[in-house]
């Protein structure tokens, strides 16, 4: 079965630094497009950044552009988003997708808290 596993979250000072991490299994990785969203509190699910099968093309949100970075490594079937001076406004659950034409997968999310 297809399955992703983010990993990386936690809790950080606001300027902190952390590097979220998806690992897929089950599926061909290097065909699928991958994504990052996340969710705070009484809001709905937003993109925050996306990639290409082939990582030639990536998206950024505006709230995020500049601070965070998407990236994948194929071979190890794995997609980042290494996130740095983060804002207590990035206080939310973070999501990996995979998509490919009318297929889509979820993981099952990662807590990112940023406080003092």
């Known amino acids: 079965q297809v399955q992703l596993v983010e990993s990386g979250g936690g809790l950080v000072q606001p300027g902190g630094s952390l590097r979220l991490s998806c690992v897929a299994s089950g599926l061909i990785f290097s065909t699928y497009r991958l994504s990052w969203y996340r969710q705070a509190p009484g809001k709905e699910r937003e993109l925050v950044a996306a990639?290409?099968?082939?990582?030639?093309?990536?998206y950024d949100a505006d709230s995020v552009k500049g601070r965070f970075t998407i990236s994948r490594d194929n071979a190890k079937n794995t997609v980042y988003l290494q996130m740095n001076n983060l804002k207590p406004e990035d206080t939310a659950v973070y999501y990996c997708n995979a998509a490919r034409l009318y297929i889509g997968y979820w993981g099952q999310g990662t807590q990112v808290t940023v406080s003092s």
């Open positions: 990639i290409t099968s082939a990582g030639g093309i990536t």
